[in-house]
Structures are given as structure tokens and as C-alpha cells.
């Protein structure tokens, strides 16, 4: 569908939410359908496909020895990084990471980062001289809306199956692992739109198309918040945000249940 | 098998290769077309380790306009692998060696491609790979090949490609990684157009005599005619409903039905 | 006789007959260019794709959607590979950008950029996107799934070749329902008897 159809779509969407009705039949805090797929790469230590009705992102962790940052010389660390393919949608050009895909990249990051699901001081090898950093670099195969979601999903799911390879006289082994890398929490993002006056959850790309503004936030299971992203033109009242922490908790755990199984 | 590579024995007394292949034989293939809803072609292929997706948009108006030919569409191929598929994490930004994949590849489409019919347009063509283990970039030009035909654009023929080359003294059909780190190695990636057997991607790497290049261009093309029936089957298999009936005809007839005094009344 | 699917590339006649759409002669010989199905007839031969995207034609009618207004025209979206530009001067009604018209197809250039004429502007009622090969298959044989899909919709339906249904009024659900079965089995035979069928039955079910 095109940008022409898709402003058609987006006087009915407004309409039918007038009536808290969204076009596809869901509530307005509700999901579309989620699954997780495993494993996708062998050569990476840990990898997944999250798919949120149609949008679809495949994440990859690869370990590299690094040497820890000064100020934190017994740590590793993360890097995460966004492409927006160009096969995921007639709108994204090919080239280097654009402001969205840098947006999209640094929420996701402070979600998983800030919420210590991850210790670093367990990516150390050997103090002050070699540490992991463990890259997760995710891309967007397909966009029918609420990358940031999906992203975050891929992006945790293939974290959580991330094996830690073994070490030897400063080189990796290859094929030999030590261990998995240790996942304490699990922070889920979860994005809202805002059209008009209305607030839903999971915006499919009609939606995103016909949204003024954008509220992310990532939450872990003990209920505490990670992560606040507001994107858009519009503003959000002090109302719609409590909603959407409140819908955020609840959704979230519905979520986690899908990276259990 | 992680073995010394002087004692590894590439293909042994029984023809046996190291991972149980015969000789000609091409790793297990798997394609599916249509996978993503918003490109307008798509194939996922999963062949051996390697593991890719294609997806194709357009033909398309070609932006910024000087870029533009007059008299046919360009073909945009783009080969790019994922930070991940690889052993050592990959840089995202393209590298010296995808460009010119991507530059001989979208070469190879060219050829198979009714591209006078479309003027002044691009077709993209994008492959990304997941997870590799040797011989991506014929699988991927094979994938793409497919996401054209899902995507509905005109073509004089498929485009199928395979690896051929030596390893060991012996001469092999699709070469894996371990293959091709073999110190007598040499890698040919090899596309044709099944109809006339033409030559559309040829490249090779290594040391060779003319008489070893004879024996490998016939393996190789053996090898593309085994990727073009999986490409057929996975084609057709999304309308292989078809029935044979007597009523053949009407339905035939109901699909290129005169239009012109069947449109609806305008009130 | 059955039917034939062929891909790109696959010989569909070796004889001597005129040709119809999605066919080329190489060396005397007849193969098709698209994933299609064989209709081989005495005198012509085509094949009829099953992707594909709108190839303008002249005559074809189509539905349009105003995407820009520029001071002397409109430029339109048809839902092909370029939009096509209607001076303000050839247009009877007022549209605007978002505005839905039906269009006839004067004429197409040698790159498949159409001339528009005859545009007419609906008011209300939505727009149903159908794959544009399909699109014989929604209208029928002289019209007759297009009969079948009127009476048991009761909708009001214009269809553009352009693969783009304008519809208002009726049961709008059951005609989305019905237009993703044609479009599910488009390649199936015995389809107006089928779709006859499938609206009996959710006629009944509505009430």
C-alpha cells in the first residue's frame, strides 16, 4: 500500500477510534499476534526473529575481546546498532543508519542497558586488560509498524540464548563455549500511538502513518521502568502517559510469558 | 571436524567428501517465496549453513533523475551480510567485497531481465545474508532470481547460479568453508539462464588448468540445473491446487474475459 | 486438457500462433515470461500472470486517488509504475488531494505512462485493494461474478482494473471476505460457482 492509500486509511482510523474501535478488530491495548523464533545464526552467539503481526526483526550477538573503558576496568559492555533495510519497506533508503534507525538503535540500548538485567562485571576476562563486548546488532526485515517493539524483543530473546565463548591465552576457541551469558531481568518494550486524541498500543502501519506522537517505555518483571522514549509532533498528556505505564506493566508480562517458551 | 588441514582428506577412496557428500552433490536447499508483505518479491533460501533473504521492489521510478536510462530500467543489486552471519562480527558498513558482489551479481539479473519495457525506472533488488558457511553469493543470486518472478516482473529466464571448484586434487560441486580454506583451493561461483545455458556470472578464484575448468564448468552446470528444478518447484508449489477439468475452458476464458462491457453501472 | 503453470523461461508452444500477453518468441519457439497459466487457443497463446503489478491499457477503466494538486492540474495515483497528470482545464468536478475518481485510460506512451480522461469523482464509500492480475477474475465472464458479488453484498461496486474496488454501502465485511477467496483461488476453475455458493451461505449466517 502506498503513502496515498495509507492517508485514506488514516481519516477512518481517526473516525473508528472515535468509537475506541481500531480497523483490524483489537483493543486498544492490545497486541497483535507475537512469536519468537531461536537460533537463526550459527555463527553468532546468540540470535532471534521477533515477529509483531507482520513487522519482523532478526537480532545477532557476536562476543569480541575488548580492552574495558578506563573508569570501568573490570567491566564489559554492550554496543547496540539498527539497520532499517531497505527490503523492509518502500519508504527506507539504502545507505548508513538514518536519525530513525539511530533513534530506534539508542531506545532500545537504554531499555536493556539501564534496567542491569545484564552485569557487566560478568563480561570481564581478565581485570583492567580484557573484556567482552558483546555487540547486538538488529535488523528490520519487514516494517508494518512498531519497530521499536519488536526490536527490543529480538534484541533481548537473542541476548537471553547468548553462549559466552570460550578463552584461550587471549583467543577465542572456536566452537568451545564457556557458559551462557548471564540474563538476570527481562526488560520489555512496549510502544504506544497517539492519533488525534486517542492512545493504542502496538500501532501497525496504518497507524503509525496516521499517529501524531509516540510514547515507548521498558519495564522489567519487578516493575520497575528502564526507559522513557516520547517521538513525534504531538504532546501527551499526563493522563495518556499513566495509561501507558499502567498498560505497559500488564502487556509487558504477557510479553516475557512468549520469550519463556 | 576440526582437523590439521594437511591431514584432512577432501574427498576419500569411496568419494565420500568431509561432511558425507558425493562429489556433484549440492548442499540441502530450501526456498520460500512471498515471505514479507511489504516488498513486492521475496524468497527466504536457506541452502546448506547460509541463510538469506531477497526481496525485490519496483520497477520503480529512478531518483535522482540523471541517473535515469531512456530506454531501459536499471538493475540496484544490493549484497550485504549481516554483522552476525560471519565468525568474526562483521562491520555493518559495506565492504570492498559486497560492493563488487553486488556490482557482477545485479550484471548476472540483467541479462534475464525484460528490462526495455520499463524505461526511465530502477529495480531493486536487496539480499541480505544471516548466518554463511561459503558459496552466499550464488545462493543469493539464486534467491533473488525467485523474489523477481514473486514480484511479478517479466523475464526472458530464471537466473540460476552454483559453486564449483577443487579442493584436495578432486573437483567439487558446491564447495563449504571448510572446502574452500584447503591450500589447492579453488572457488568458481557460476550463474547461467537455464534455457540456453548461457554464462551469466563467472568468476574464480585460485590456481587452475584449462582441462580442470572443462570438468568444472560441466559440474557447475549440473549443479545451477539442480538449483533451477528446486527454483521451479518452490514457484509453483504456492498454485499447485491446479486442477485438470473439462471446465478448463470456461475458467480460462472468465480470466481474460472482454472487461470492456462488464464494468459496474456508475451511480 | 490441463492447465498449465509455467515460470519464466518454460516453453509454452513450439507452432506458429499469434501472440497474446506474457509470451516471447526466442528461435521460432514460444515461452512465457512470468509465473502464469497457459491459455493456449487456436490461433493466439498468453499466459496470464499470477503477480504482477498494473500495466496500463488503453480503454481500461480505473480508480485513482488525487495524490497533489499543482496550479494548472492534479497529479493522480493509479496504482502503477508512474502517476499521471490531469490539466485542471480537462476536469469537470472539484477534487482535491485525497479525492477518489474513476478514470478512463486515453492513451499510454512507450514507457507506460498513461493519459487520463473522462474522470469522475465518487463521494463516499472506501476503497478495496485486489492484486491487479486478479482482477478478471473479480468482473467474471461478461460480468457475472461482479453480478454474483453485487447480490449477495448489496454493495455498490466500481472496479478498476488498476486492482482498486470503490465500494459504498451494503455488507461491506462480507464483500472484504469474498474478495479474499477470489483472490485465494483466482487460479482455481469453477469459481463463480463457488463464490455463488460462499455468498448463499453467509447470507444465511447474517441473518
Given at each position: ?261 | ?59 520503480r521510478e529512478a531518483l535522482p533523475k540523471h541517473i535515469q536510462n531512456p530506454y531501459k530500467a536499471l538493475v540496484n543489486y544490493s549484497y550485504r551480510m549481516a554483522s552476525f552471519s560471519v565468525p568474526e562480527r562483521k562491520n555493518p558498513k559495506p565492504a570492498r567485497r559486497e560492493i563488487e ?133 518452490a514457484l509453483k508449489k504456492k498454485y499447485s491446487q491446479i486442477e485438470s477439468t473439462a471446465q478448463n475452458n470456461e475458467a480460462r476464458t472468465e480470466m481474460v474475459s472482454d472487461e470492456k462491457n462488464s464494468e459496474g453501472e456508475f451511480t | 486438457m490441463e492447465k498449465k503453470l509455467v515460470i ?100 499510454v506512451n512507450e514507457i507506460n505512462e498513461a493519459e487520463l480522461g473522462d474522470i469522475r469523482l465518487f463521494t463516499g464509500g472506501e476503497i478495496v485493494s485486489v492484486s491487479p492480475v486478479k482482477v478478471p477474475r473479480v468482473i467474471g465472464k461478461n460480468g457475472s461474478m461482479l453480478d454474483v ?59
Open positions: 500500500m502506498n503513502d496515498v492509500m495509507l492517508d485514506l486509511r488514516s481519516d477512518k482510523i481517526i473516525e473508528s477510534l472515535k468509537n475506541g474501535t481500531r480497523l483490524d478488530a483489537r483493543k486498544v491495548d492490545e497486541y497483535r499476534n507475537v512469536s519468537i523464533e531461536l537460533d537463526i545464526s550459527k555463527n553468532a552467539e546468540g540470535s532471534a526473529k521477533a515477529k509483531i503481526g507482520e513487522t519482523e526483526v532478526i537480532a545477532g550477538v557476536k562476543l569480541s575481546p575488548g580492552k574495558p573503558y578506563p573508569d570501568s576496568p573490570a567491566e564489559g559492555t554492550i554496543s547496540l546498532g539498527a539497520e532499517l533495510l531497505p527490503m523492509a519497506s518502500p519508504l527506507f533508503e539504502q545507505g548508513p543508519p538514518d536519525e530513525n534507525a539511530t533513534e530506534l538503535a539508542r531506545v532500545v540500548d537504554r531499555g536493556i542497558r539501564e534496567s542491569k538485567c545484564i552485569d557487566f562485571k560478568d563480561l570481564c576476562i581478565r581485570e583492567k586488560e580484557l573484556v567482552w563486548i558483546a555487540f547486538v546488532d538488529f535488523y528490520v526485515i519487514n516494517d508494518d509498524g512498531n519497530l521499536f517493539d519488536c526490536s527490543a524483543l529480538a534484541s533481548i530473546a537473542a541476548l537471553k540464548h547468548t553462549k559466552i565463548p570460550k578463552i584461550e591465552e587471549d583467543a577465542i576457541v572456536k566452537g568451545e563455549f564457556a557458559g551462557k551469558l548471564k540474563v538476570k531481568k527481562t526488560p520489555i518494550l512496549t510502544t504506544f500511538a497517539k492519533i488525534a486524541n486517542a492512545v493504542v498500543l502496538d500501532p501497525n502501519s496504518a497507524e503509525m502513518h496516521a499517529m501524531d506522537g509516540r510514547f515507548s517505555c521498558a519495564s522489567t518483571e519487578d516493575d520497575l521502568f528502564s526507559a522513557f522514549q516520547k517521538g513525534g509532533r504531538a504532546s501527551f498528556t499526563a493522563g495518556d502517559i499513566d495509561w501507558c505505564l499502567e498498560t505497559s506493566l500488564t502487556k509487558s508480562k504477557d510479553l516475557r510469558k512468549i520469550l519463556k517458551e | 571436524m576440526v582437523g590439521k588441514k594437511e591431514e584432512l582428506v577432501y574427498v576419500d577412496k569411496h568419494g565420500k567428501r568431509l561432511d558425507g557428500r558425493k562429489v556433484d552433490e549440492v548442499r540441502p536447499i530450501k526456498i520460500e517465496v512471498g515471505v514479507l508483505n511489504r516488498a513486492e518479491g521475496s524468497c527466504y533460501m536457506e541452502w546448506g549453513q547460509n541463510k538469506i533473504l531477497a526481496a525485490v521492489y519496483g520497477p558482489i553486488s556490482k557482477v551479481c545485479g550484471e548476472a539479473l540483467e541479462k534475464a531481465i525484460f528490462l526495455e519495457r520499463f524505461p526511465n525506472t530502477t529495480i531493486d533488488v536487496f539480499v541480505e545474508i544471516f548466518d554463511s558457511n561459503a558459496g552466499t553469493r550464488v545462493a543469493a543470486l539464486s534467491a533473488a532470481s525467485v523474489a523477481l518472478v514473486d514480484a511479478g516482473i517479466p523475464m526472458k529466464d530464471m537466473v540460476c547460479a552454483c559453486g564449483v571448484g577443487k579442493a584436495g586434487g578432486h573437483i567439487i560441486t558446491d564447495l563449504n568453508k571448510e572446502e574452500e580454506d584447503a591450500d589447492d583451493a579453488v572457488d568458481i561461483p557460476l550463474a547461467i539462464l537455464p534455457k540456453t545455458g548461457e554464462i551469466v556470472l563467472l568468476q574464480m578464484d585460485g590456481l587452475m588448468s584449462k582441462e580442470e575448468w572443462k570438468k568444472c564448468l560441466e559440474m557447475g552446470v549440473k549443479g545451477c540445473m539442480q538449483v533451477y528444478e528446486l527454483q521451479k518447484e | 519464466p523461461g518454460e516453453l509454452v508452444s513450439e507452432e506458429r500462433k499469434r501472440l497474446g500477453g506474457h509470451v516471447f518468441i526466442e528461435n521460432g519457439k514460444i515461452y512465457s515470461d512470468a509465473l502464469g497459466i497457459v491459455a493456449d487457443e487456436a490461433q493466439a497463446v498468453s499466459v496470464i500472470p499470477l503477480q504482477g503489478r498494473y500495466m496500463p491499457c488503453r480503454g481500461d477503466v480505473v480508480v485513482g486517488i488525487v495524490a497533489q494538486e499543482k496550479f494548472a492540474g492534479f497529479i493522480i495515483d493509479i496504482n502503477s509504475f508512474y502517476f499521471s497528470f490531469v490539466s485542471k482545464k480537462e476536469i469537470r468536478e472539484s477534487l482535491k488531494v485525497g479525492s477518489i475518481v474513476s478514470a478512463k485510460i486515453f492513451e458479488l453485487k447480490n449477495g453484498t448489496n454493495c455498490n461496486i466500481i472496479v478498476g482494473r488498476n486492482g482498486r474496488i470503490w465500494i459504498k454501502g451494503g455488507n461491506i465485511e462480507l464483500f472484504l471476505k469474498a474478495i479474499k477467496k477470489i483472490e485465494d483461488e483466482a487460479h482455481l476453475s469453477n469459481l463463480t460457482n463457488k463464490m455463488t455458493a460462499f455468498m448463499e451461505e453467509n447470507k444465511t449466517a447474517a441473518v
